[in-house]
């Protein structure tokens, strides 16, 4: 069974340009999240989906967005990025909605800017 | 805020001995408790979890501790090997209000000596 893919993996991107990161859950899986890793702030939670709704989002400002699709994919954007953005995007997913999933991560997208 | 801390930033262990890696949680109110490992270069990787009507719980080599009257966490690692070298975060899901957000500790470095 695959578990959670990112892509792309690494990326580097100039300030002010805007990017869009892929998540594909395990199988099944219905319930999308998104972190934000850096080494001075950790891991820090941007926002959660399920059945293509928002249902969680982090204090991250509004240049961060995301979207679920029928098929429970994922997609997060960042537009007008700013230097502070460079770091790790992970994408988590589990099987339904509420405290209690297990709750699976994947590799990860790496994002710098330059 | 919500935070989720560790009392020891770095752990080094000799191989074979037990590790004892703890995270103190701040909100009452959580109701579910997750132990990941992040490998360099990798995303987090789920080790074991517990809901708060629990206070032990064990799998393969680890065992997870939970008192709610301190509001304490513990990871217990039997016989720790060198590919057990990472970093570890304890993470909580605040309430079912917050769905599968998590909040997640600073993390502790485990090394291994061999």
């Known amino acids: 069974k695959a578990g959670v893919t990112q892509t792309p993996r690494y990326l580097i991107k100039t300030r002010g340009q805007q990017v869009t990161l892929s998540c594909s859950p395990i199988s099944g899986h219905r319930s999308v999240s998104w972190y934000q890793q850096t080494p001075g702030q950790g891991l820090q939670f941007l926002f959660e989906?399920?059945?293509?709704?928002q249902r969680n989002k982090g204090n991250f400002p509004g240049r961060f967005s995301g979207r679920q699709f029928s098929n429970s994919r994922s997609e997060m954007n960042v537009s007008t990025l700013e230097l502070g953005d460079s770091a790790l995007y992970l994408c988590?997913?589990?099987?339904?909605w509420g405290s209690g999933n297990t709750i699976y991560f994947g590799e990860g997208s790496w994002l710098t800017v330059v | 805020g919500e935070s989720v801390g560790l009392h020891l930033p770095t752990l080094s262990v000799q191989e074979g001995d037990n590790s004892i890696i703890n995270c103190a949680y701040s909100n009452s109110a959580s109701d579910y408790f997750i132990w990941y490992k992040q490998e360099s270069g990798k995303g987090p990787q789920f080790i074991i979890d517990?809901?708060?009507?629990?206070d032990k719980r064990q799998g393969q080599r680890v065992t997870v501790l939970l008192n709610k009257t301190v509001k304490h966490l513990s990871l217990q690692i039997a016989a720790t090997q060198p590919g057990d070298s990472a970093v570890y975060f304890c993470a909580e899901t605040p309430d079912m209000e917050y769905g599968n957000k998590l909040v997640f500790g600073a993390g502790t470095i485990l090394r291994v000596k061999s």
């Open positions: 989906y399920f059945s293509e709704t």
């Open positions: 517990i809901r708060s009507n629990m």
């Open positions: 988590a997913s589990s099987l339904g």
